[in-house]
């Protein structure tokens, strides 16, 4: 490929041999066809690089860290590899619908002020054998351009990342450029923390249809029943607290902290059921 794509989607991806092939298939399906994928293999001990480089489609492009270098560095070195207009991390066991890169880009190509930072969706939880489960939605929002203010405001008070992971997320890589790298000084959080800083830089905009699915799977369980993951989220809260910039208020806080243990305490029973 030698012209610059319209889209890069990248893989970070580390013993990923399970559910990859699946993951490129949904890729490989997309009804707009002008994109890279990017595999980045994080020096996986697994059959994950070959499962990959079987793919003959020219758009992939399959690349192999020479040593291990952790979430963080391996998502930031899918940022400093992407060369598309538009840039999507998806993680290596979730899956995006048909129509998902379409539907995204439409939204983004449609603003030709530029004000919109990110476009997300509803997305679909799925267990380990891909089975739907329910379907998580922007709760009190219809389709459209939500204010960046509105949606930090909201995902602060309802403690948890409404935005989605980022397989539901496609942003402006010159934006990406902008805000600069993942920060994993928040870690079971640092989807959320990016797009915060992306939300400096312009409006978000919710699909309500489901684009995407996210994979539920023992491997993600020990992560969810832990209390890091509400930790990590007040702590995210405290920070950017600190900041004008972001106007949370003393209101905003206290509601996080009850709301953000509340939803740990329900995502335990929750994933207890879809995984027992």
Same mark, same amino acid.
């Given at each position: ?94 899956? *995006? ?10 939204? *983004? ?52 990342? *409404? ?6 997320? *496609? ?106």
């Amino acid at each position: 490929m030698t012209s610059s794509p319209l889209v890069s989607v990248c893989i970070p991806t580390y013993r990923g041999a399970e559910h990859i092939a699946e993951t490129i298939k949904s890729v490989l399906a997309q009804t707009l066809g002008d994109f890279e994928l990017v595999v980045i293999d994080d020096n996986s001990p697994d059959g994950t690089a070959e499962i990959v480089a079987a793919f003959a489609d020219p758009r992939i492009r399959l690349l192999r860290n020479a040593t291990n270098l952790g979430p963080e560095g391996n998502w930031n070195r899918c940022l400093g590899e992407a060369r598309g207009t538009y840039f999507k991390l998806l993680p290596h066991d979730d899956l *995006l619908h048909p129509e998902c890169l379409r539907r995204q880009v439409d939204v *983004l190509e449609s603003d030709v002020e530029g004000e919109i930072a990110l476009v997300f969706c509803a997305r679909t939880m799925v267990n380990a054998s891909g089975r739907p489960q329910i379907v998580r939605r922007y709760p009190g929002r219809s389709e459209g351009r939500i204010s960046s203010r509105s949606i930090i405001a909201d995902c602060v008070r309802r403690g948890t990342n *409404l935005m989605g992971e980022p397989a539901a997320v *496609l942003m402006r890589r010159d934006r990406a450029i902008r805000v600069g790298q993942f920060n994993a000084a928040f870690p079971y959080v640092v989807d959320l923390e990016y797009w915060f800083r992306l939300l400096l830089h312009g409006d978000g905009w919710y699909l309500d249809s489901p684009l995407v699915s996210f994979r539920i799977s023992r491997g993600q369980w020990s992560v969810v029943i832990g209390q890091g993951q509400s930790k990590d989220f007040l702590s995210l809260v405290k920070h950017i607290s600190l900041l004008p910039v972001y106007t949370v208020s003393r209101f905003d806080r206290i509601a996080a902290h009850g709301m953000a243990r509340l939803n740990n305490f329900l995502r335990l029973i929750y994933y207890r059921l879809v995984l027992k």
